[in-house]
Every structure is written in C-alpha cells, then in structure tokens.
C-alpha cells in the first residue's frame, strides 16, 4: 500500500474525465485491489481529496495537469472492538447473560462512519467489554456477546451472552420465536382500527440502499402486532402511542411496518416522517408552546423483554419505562393540549 497523503498530476488521457472515475481506475491500479467510483465518491464527500489545494466535487471535469491530493487511504480500515469505559444501565447480570437498557444514539456494534473513530467509538459492545471482559465469540471479533440488535436511535432492552453456550440457546430461543420483545412507539396519526397485526415482507429498498421496504420482491416474512394505549389530538397533529411486539426481527421492522399503514414513527425521517413538529393551530396551542418541536431520534423504545434463562430454565421478564427524551416530548404534548381537546384512551 503506497503512502499517504499522496498526490497524483493528472495525465493528458485523464482530459474529459470525471474526477471520481479517474481517480477509481488509478487508485485501482496503485493500490493492486479495486477501488470503487462509491468509495471514492465518499473520499470526496468527506474533504480527503484536493484538486490544486482545493476541494472539488465528484463530477468534476478534468482538463489535464491538475494536481490531486489524497489525504488518505482508499480503502477503509477494519472494523474493531476494543474495551472502552462508556457508562451502562445493566438491569440484570448472572455468569451466563446481561440485561442492559441501550440509550438511543448507540450502535451496538462497529459500523459505518466518516472517520475511524466514528467507526468503531463509543459502541455497546466496546463499552460491554470493559465492563464484562469476556463475553460469547459466537457472534465473531466485531459482535461479541451480540444475540440480537437494535438500531442506532432506539433505546431499549437487550440481552447480552457471556459465554457461548448461552449465546447458543438464547439465538434459538429468538430464531424458534420464543423470546418476547415490546416496544412502544409514538406514530403520526390515529391507525384505522385500534389494534391490528401487519404480515408484510420485508426486502431492502432496490434504489435507496440504507432503506427496507414492503413494496420489494424477495422479501423476508415479518409480523407485527400493534396495540394502540393512547391517542393524542394536539396542535402539532394527531398521533397514537402504541405498544408493538414483533415475532420476527429483521432491519428496521417496527419502522417500516408502521409507515406501511401511513403512519410513521415520529422522528423517523428516513420512513417518512417529518423533521420537526410543527403547530397547525395557534387557536390550540397553549401558552408559551413553542410553533416547532423536535425529535433527534426515532420514537421508538424496547420497553420490556421476556425470555427463558439459558442454563436454569427460569422464565425472566425485564421492563423499562420511556426514557427521558421520549417521556418529556410526551408530556409536551399533553401540555399543549391543555386548552384543547383532551387525550383519548385507546380501545
């Protein structure tokens, strides 16, 4: 591998080129191993290429002579795990699993990111290994101890294996659909009929590939059940706090299902949901509301989880109220109905 930073003076052949094609077949070539117009494109996208000491975009035109800067690498550095004291609320312990309530803004694992440290910082499973120092290797160097996941802006409850027998029973306690999870989530809208179960496959979006979708071919099955607890006519619109259990757990399945029916979770703006909220009615609205809120994640939260421990049979059951965040948009919301209509139970 050729050091960096590095800097290439483009050739006469790269006239009429875009910047990102041309750079994807040298850096394939210095580097011995493929370099893709993406990977490239992301280079770009994050300042580490310079084209006469200035920063340039993707589809820029070539004319021959420029100097380019390449401020590092091409290729990504491997993912890792390492131990880092990062504070945990663990519910419940024993030698053989961990129960721990992730805060929203976590990866669980190392992932995608701009920078290294971005990468593979201030991950659940860093911070399980310092305080753990040894979990399962089932789930390989980068998941130790992972049974299951939750996404990066949920919160919520999560088993954890401490050794590999466990992490055994407990993945076929989830595969065989023996493991209960419930979340709740506040969605936009009143949902047609108050509890309901949506059986729509889930596949990854053709085009937007960090999407999942219901509308793809191939999908995977998944079932959610849904139970609306508390329906809120506000200023800022109507919204439902439901309680979801899932039977099934693939990518982003409480957040697709959902925006499949019209009504996504609040915050989720990646499924459709707006980015703030906003007041349609300052008639409504009570004194000192603000005209806007917002939500820096998605309203979704692994509430409570119940499984059977793997070694002594004993059947578990474990439950965590809303955290703060979610808890304090709720309450506004109520506030802001107070010279309106009143909350509604669900039925």
Same mark, same amino acid.
């Given at each position: 591998m050729p050091k960096f930073p590095m800097t290439l003076v483009v050739s006469s052949d790269g006239a009429g080129q875009r910047l990102d094609q041309y750079l994807a077949a040298h850096l394939s070539e210095i580097t011995s191993s493929e370099v893709s117009r993406a990977r490239?494109?992301?280079?770009?996208?994050?300042?580490?290429?310079?084209?006469?000491?200035?920063?340039? !975009?993707?589809? +820029?035109? %070539?004319?021959?002579?420029?100097?380019?800067?390449?401020? $590092?690498?091409?290729?990504?550095?491997?993912? =890792?795990?390492?131990?880092?004291?990062?504070?945990?609320?663990?519910?419940?312990?024993?030698?053989?699993l961990a129960i721990v309530n992730k805060p929203a803004g976590m990866m669980v694992h190392a992932g995608a990111g701009a920078t290294d440290d971005a990468r593979n910082r201030?991950?659940?499973?860093?911070a399980l290994l310092h305080h753990f120092k040894t979990l399962s290797g089932v789930g390989g160097d980068l998941r130790p101890g992972i049974v299951h996941r939750l996404d990066r802006a949920t919160s919520g409850?999560?088993?954890?294996?401490?050794?590999?027998?466990?992490?055994?029973?407990?993945?076929?306690?989830?595969?065989?659909?023996?493991?209960? !999870?419930?979340? +709740?989530? %506040?969605?936009?809208?009143?949902?047609?009929?108050?509890? $309901?179960?949506?059986?729509?496959?889930?596949? =990854?979006?053709?085009?937007?590939?960090?999407?999942?979708?219901?509308?793809?071919f191939g999908g995977?099955?998944?079932v959610t059940h849904?139970?609306?607890?508390?329906?809120?006519?506000?200023?800022?619109?109507?919204?439902?706090?439901?309680?979801?259990?899932?039977?099934?757990?693939?990518?982003?399945?409480?957040?697709?299902?959902?925006?499949?029916?019209?009504?996504?979770?609040?915050?989720?703006?990646?499924?459709?949901?707006?980015g703030e909220l906003r007041s349609q009615s300052n008639k409504r609205r009570a004194a000192g509301?603000?005209?806007?809120?917002?939500?820096?994640?998605?309203?979704?939260?692994?509430?409570a989880l119940e499984l059977v421990h793997p070694r002594t049979k004993e059947s578990l059951k474990f439950s965590r109220p809303l955290p703060e965040d979610l808890q304090t948009l709720m309450d506004s919301l109520e506030v802001a109905v107070a010279e309106g209509p009143r909350a509604e139970p669900g039925h």
């Open positions: 490239v494109q992301q280079l770009i996208d994050r300042g580490e290429v310079l084209v006469n000491a200035t920063a340039a !975009k993707a589809s +820029l035109r %070539l004319k021959g002579d420029e100097q380019i800067m390449l401020k $590092g690498p091409p290729h990504a550095l491997p993912l =890792r795990a390492m131990a880092e004291e990062i504070a945990l609320d663990i519910v419940y312990e024993d030698d053989d201030g991950t659940l499973v860093n409850l999560m088993v954890v294996a401490k050794n590999d027998e466990s992490h055994q029973r407990l993945a076929k306690q989830f595969s065989g659909r023996e493991v209960h !999870k419930t979340y +709740l989530a %506040l969605i936009h809208g009143w949902p047609k009929e108050d509890r $309901g179960t949506i059986q729509s496959a889930i596949s =990854r979006h053709s085009q937007r590939r960090t999407r999942m979708t219901t509308r793809g995977r099955e998944a849904y139970k609306v607890q508390r329906k809120i006519d506000s200023p800022y619109g109507k919204f439902a706090l439901v309680e979801v259990k899932i039977e099934t757990g693939r990518t982003h399945q409480i957040r697709v299902h959902m925006s499949s029916l019209g009504h996504p979770v609040v915050g989720d703006s990646l499924y459709g949901a707006p509301m603000p005209a806007t809120m917002k939500l820096d994640r998605n309203f979704l939260h692994s509430a």
